[in-house]
């Protein structure tokens, strides 16, 4: 199975300050067809994960734009360009490229 | 819009069972393959189960933790995904989330195996 390791597993952050994340695959996530099957989720405490982007750099519809994806291959990164007190939880990357899909560990993103 | 509503948790005893329901909707059902993902108290997402639409043969996929005890199963006339529970441990305890293309989750329902 693919593994996605993410780090920080932990970051701490001021209010308007940004902040990168990084999921890195034990392996291409480029698919046959073209595509790169890599999400991030959201999970707010209390909450069900909640989709922020989806193939790599798409941003879903209603998320606000200071969350941006980027990367290739094996490596990828979630920015925050200024966080916000609602972007505070647990973030997670996810690959369906190969099959089973897998998830990174997660990295929760708290106030300083 | 898309809205996953899951049911059928509650408290079961080990080596009890259980069937988790997730009713779909906003979407075109019949073309999405259709997962269960698991979060224990405190802990990441695992993959449960997924099965795959029609137009791939409604293929499964379990995770070993749960192989030959869990089964997923979906009805496509009425927009229905399950998770047969059978042989329940402790270690199954967990919050099950239905999900679409694994961007879309439901609220999600707590099973606590627990004698």
């Known amino acids: 199975d693919v593994v996605l390791t993410q780090t920080p597993p932990t970051l701490s952050a001021t209010i308007g300050q940004s902040v990168s994340i990084s999921c890195r695959s034990s392996?291409?996530?480029?698919?046959?067809?073209?595509?790169?099957?890599l999400n991030w989720l959201l999970q707010r405490p209390g909450q069900p994960p909640q989709l922020l982007i989806y193939?790599?750099?798409r941003l879903e519809s209603g998320v606000p734009n200071r969350f941006s994806g980027s990367g290739s291959g094996t490596d990828f990164t979630l920015k925050i360009s200024g966080v916000e007190a609602e972007d505070l939880g647990v973030y997670y990357c996810?690959?369906?490229?190969?099959?089973?899909?897998?998830f990174g560990g997660g990295t929760k993103l708290e106030l300083k | 819009e898309v809205q996953l509503v899951e049911s059928g948790g509650g408290l079961v005893q080990p080596k009890g069972s259980l069937k988790l329901s997730c009713a779909a909707s906003?979407?075109?059902?019949?073309?999405?393959?259709m997962s269960w993902v698991r979060q224990a108290p405190g802990k990441g997402l695992d993959l449960v189960a997924d099965?795959?639409?029609?137009?791939?043969?409604?293929?499964?996929y379990y995770a070993d933790s749960v192989k030959d005890r869990f089964t997923i199963s979906r009805d496509d006339s009425q927009s229905m995904v399950y998770l047969q529970m059978d042989n329940l441990k402790t270690e199954d305890t967990a919050l099950y989330y239905c999900?679409?293309?694994?961007?879309?989750w439901g609220q999600g329902v707590m099973v606590t195996v627990s004698s």
């Open positions: 099965i795959s639409s029609k137009s791939y043969n409604y293929a499964t």
């Open positions: 996810v690959q369906s490229t190969h099959a089973p899909p897998t």
């Open positions: 392996q291409s996530l480029l698919h046959s067809n073209g595509n790169t099957y």
């Open positions: 906003g979407f075109d059902f019949n073309s999405y393959g």
């Open positions: 193939l790599v750099s």
């Open positions: 999900t679409v293309v694994l961007g879309y």
